[in-house]
């Protein structure tokens, strides 16, 4: 049996202390020093295995996204595959997630988001998650729309997913979860009602031209 490094064990511990300390100080205050003392180890074993803090913030996004993917795929499986607004639903709640809506993951998604601009490898980490949700949102809705349109609804969508999230965690009682989920919802169950609409009066007017030409 393989055995494991000191990174592998100690990885979890590091991984909480790192929110734990950007949910205390924030993620410049949040020093290696810091960071270790919670973790109970060195740190130079985060500079040695991680090669510092940066790369730490990385691989705890990792995590965060990880549970972010998890929670996603977990409603899916719930949702039967003809159900679109059930899935797109499903999609909305793992965003919203309790492992994405806790006061010190809130924060860490922050401090993310702020060092992405300046780090490339945080960066392209981001690209990743927003392309996955997009992937996701686009593949159910076009089951019943145009992929033009299925495209639009989904970057509106994500939009609002990030938004709503967003102007919550500003707020110093915390994302309303039920509200964000709600209106996220309501939006999509009235994109779905109009392309329902628009298919029957196409319909309608088919058949009304087919019968004045006979």
């Known amino acids: 049996m393989p055995k494991l ?75 039967d595959r003809r159900d679109v607004v059930g899935r797109l639903n499903a999609i909305v709640s793992g965003n919203f997630d309790d492992t994405q809506t806790e006061s010190r993951v809130v924060k860490t998604w922050l401090a993310f988001w702020t060092q992405s601009m300046h780090d490339k490898a945080l960066y392209r980490l981001q690209r990743v998650n927003e392309q996955r949700l997009l992937s996701y949102l686009r593949y159910e809705l076009k089951q019943v729309m145009p992929q033009d349109q299925a495209v639009q609804v989904a970057q509106t969508i994500a939009a609002l997913i990030d938004g709503i999230w967003l102007r919550g965690a500003l707020k110093p009682e915390g994302i309303d979860v039920p509200l964000a989920k709600k209106l996220i919802n309501d939006y999509i169950r009235e994109q779905l009602e109009c392309k329902c609409h628009s298919a029957v009066a196409s319909a309608n007017a088919a058949s009304q031209y087919t019968e004045s030409n006979r």
């Open 5 to 79: 490094g000191v990174a592998e064990i100690r990885r979890p511990q590091l991984i909480e202390a790192t929110m734990d300390s950007i949910n205390e100080v924030g993620l410049h205050k949040a020093s290696v020093v810091m960071i270790s003392g919670k973790a109970g180890v060195s740190p130079a074993i985060i500079n040695h295995h991680f090669g510092g803090k940066d790369n730490l913030l990385e691989a705890t996004m990792r995590t965060v996204l990880k549970h972010l993917s998890q929670s996603v795929t977990e409603r899916l499986k719930q949702v």
